[in-house]
C-alpha cells in the first residue's frame, strides 16, 4: 500500500511518498520560489552566439533562458520562439530550454514536436512489444509518444483517453501562443497536488493531509482521504521527519560510520567518499569495499529523493582489487535500474571516480 504524506505550512507545501513501507519520493512547493521546469513559454531572441550554437531567450524574467541549437536551425534577434524549460536556473545561468515540447499526462507523455515512440524503461518483455505497437497505433501523425510505467497492463482506451486530454491541452497552447506577444507564459506545470496526482496516485493509495483546502480538494477526487488532526508535527508522527531533513544537508553518515559528502555546483554535483571512523572488523580491503557499498546505495537513494540530475561524480575510496571494483560496478548498475528516472553508471576511472548520468523529473 502507498501512503502520501501531504503537509502546508508557512507558505511551502511537501509532499512524502511512502511505497512498502519506505519513503520513494519527497516533493516540495514553495509559494514565494515557484519552480519554472515544464513551463511553456513565447520568448523572444535577445542574442545568440553562432559559433557556439547558442540562443539566450527572453521569457520575462530576471535571466534570459539559454538554448542550445543544430547548425541547420536559423535565428534572428526579436524572432519570437516556442520553448519549455527542462533545467532550472542555477547560479549565474539562465534557465534551460528545448524546442522539443513534452506534455506529461498519467499514462503517456505527448510530444507534439517531436517524432518518436518510447516506453519506460521499467517495462519490460513482451508488454513492452504490445504498448510500443500500440503507441505506434494511436499517436498523432508527426507526434510522438512516450509509454509510461503506470500504463503496463492498461488497455487501447486508457492511453487514447490519456492522450486526447494532452492533445486538447496542446490546442490550448497552440491558440494562446497566436493570441498573445512574447514574452508571454503559455503553460504552468507548477501544481504540486496536481503532479502528485497524476505521477504516484494508485488504487490503493492513502492520502493523510494536515491542511483543510487539500483535503478537500482531494477528497472530490477519491474516498481514501483523511485530515490529520494530531498533536505532532505530521511528518514526525508518520517519522519521516528526518529523511525530509537529510535531503537539505551537505554531510551524510553511513552505517558503518564513514560518510559521504554532496556539493552541487553549475556544471555537475560532485559527490566525496570518506570512511570515517570506520576501520572494521576483518582486513582493510573489506573494510574499504563495505563503505564503498554503503555510499553507493546511499548516494542513488539521494539523487532519486532530491531529484538530482545530469552529470554526477562520485569520488569512491581506492580500491585494489578488481573484484571488489567489479562488485561495487554491478551493486551501482543494479540500485540505478530501480529508479524510475533514467540513470545511467558510465564507468570507473583509473583514480577511482564514478560517472553518472540521470533524467531529473521534469515534471
Known amino acids: 500500500m502507498k501512503k502520501i504524506i501531504i503537509s502546508r505550512k508557512m507558505g511551502e507545501t511537501c509532499a512524502v511518498v511512502i511505497d512498502s513501507g519506505e519513503v520513494s519520493a519527497i516533493k516540495f512547493s514553495r509559494d514565494d520560489s515557484p519552480k519554472i521546469i515544464g513551463n ?3 520568448g523572444r531572441v535577445r542574442n545568440f552566439l553562432p559559433g557556439m550554437q547558442a540562443v539566450f531567450i527572453d521569457i520575462g524574467r530576471d535571466k534570459n533562458a539559454f538554448l542550445q541549437f543544430n547548425a541547420a536551425q536559423k535565428f534572428s ?4 520562439v516556442l520553448i519549455q524549460i527542462d533545467k532550472e536556473a542555477i547560479g549565474s545561468k539562465g534557465a534551460r530550454a528545448t524546442l522539443n515540447i513534452s506534455l506529461a499526462g498519467r499514462f503517456v507523455i505527448f510530444l507534439p514536436t517531436l517524432n518518436y515512440i518510447g516506453v519506460s524503461n521499467k517495462i519490460r ?3 513492452r512489444s504490445r504498448l510500443h505497437t ?3 497505433k494511436i499517436r498523432p501523425i508527426g507526434s510522438g509518444l512516450i509509454v509510461r510505467t503506470a500504463a503496463e497492463n492498461c488497455n487501447e482506451n486508457i492511453l487514447l483517453n490519456d492522450l486526447d486530454k494532452l492533445q486538447d491541452l496542446w490546442a490550448k497552447i497552440l491558440e494562446r501562443n497566436s493570441k498573445r506577444k512574447p514574452p508571454a507564459l503559455l503553460y504552468s506545470d507548477n501544481d504540486l497536488i496536481e503532479k502528485i496526482l497524476r505521477d504516484e496516485f494508485t488504487a490503493d493509495t492513502e492520502f493523510i493531509v494536515d491542511n483543510i483546502k487539500i483535503y478537500r480538494r482531494l477528497a472530490e477526487l477519491t474516498g481514501n482521504v483523511k485530515l490529520y488532526d494530531g498533536s505532532a508535527q505530521i511528518f514526525e508522527a508518520f517519522d519521516v521527519a528526518e529523511e ?5 544537508q551537505r554531510e551524510l553518515s553511513l552505517p558503518s560510520g564513514g560518510q ?3 556539493d552541487k555546483t553549475e556544471a555537475l554535483t560532485a559527490v566525496d567518499v570518506n570512511t570515517g571512523k570506520f576501520i572494521g572488523r576483518t582486513d582493510f580491503n573489506e573494510t574499504i569495499l563495505k563503505t564503498n557499498l554503503e555510499a553507493a546505495e546511499l548516494i542513488l537513494r539521494q ?3 532530491r531529484d538530482i540530475g545530469g552529470i554526477i561524480i562520485v569520488d569512491f575510496i581506492d580500491m585494489d582489487s578488481d573484484a571488489h571494483k567489479k562488485i561495487l560496478m554491478d551493486f551501482l548498475r543494479e540500485q540505478a535500474a530501480l529508479d524510475r528516472n533514467k540513470t545511467k553508471i558510465v564507468d570507473m576511472t583509473p583514480l577511482g571516480l564514478v560517472e553518472i548520468t540521470r533524467h531529473s523529473s521534469r515534471r
Open 260 to 262: 559521504i559528502v554532496i
Open 40 to 42: 511553456i513559454y513565447k
Open 303 to 305: 539523487l532519486k529523493l
Open 125 to 127: 518483455g513482451e508488454e
Open 134 to 136: 500500440l503507441a505506434k
Open 77 to 80: 534577434v526579436g524572432q519570437s
Open 244 to 248: 525530509i531533513s537529510k535531503i537539505n
